[in-house]
């Protein structure tokens, strides 16, 4: 507002870009309502401590890596959604490889293997899916040594 006083094109460029960017991110707000709203509603905290809470073992590393590839891929969605979920019993350690799998994501493989070929696609897909896994067992085993030393986070 303080650059308005000395030009006003340059002031009004900036809200009207301010407004636009605004409008973009609507929908994905109304998206991060809806989806909050259909976890708090619909999954309950036995059915995620079931598929996805301790006793989930590999069933649930690999029902996360595939959920992680269809999740769109805003932050505005998939922080608040996974709050929810860990406060409904979702292991730290499949939030973990939630988060660090983001990357592959089944709508972009075509576009990837258009640009660089399907074989540097398949192997850098494998390795972040590896290191995805690799990252949730290291934070599940941290998670256990700070649970033994009686610290929370």
Do not use: C
Request: net charge positive; glycine share 8%; hydrophobic share 50%.
């Amino acid at each position: 507002m303080g650059v308005g006083i000395f030009d006003n094109s340059t002031m009004a460029t900036a809200l009207t870009n301010s407004w636009k960017m605004l409008v973009r991110l609507m929908p994905i707000m109304g998206i991060v309502v809806i989806l909050n709203t259909l976890v708090s509603n619909f999954l309950h905290s036995d059915l995620i401590e079931r598929h996805l809470g301790e006793s989930s073992g590999w069933q649930g590393f690999l029902l996360v890596l595939g959920v992680s590839m269809v999740v769109p891929g805003s932050p505005f969605i998939v922080y608040p959604l996974l709050h929810e979920l860990t406060q409904k019993g979702l292991k730290k350690s499949l939030a973990a490889v939630f988060l660090y799998n983001r990357t592959v994501k089944i709508t972009f493989l075509p576009a990837m293997i258009l640009y660089f070929g399907i074989r540097y696609t398949a192997v850098l897909s494998f390795f972040i899916l590896g290191a995805a896994i690799l990252n949730g067992i290291i934070v599940e085993n941290l998670s256990k040594t700070h649970s033994d030393t009686g610290l929370n986070h």
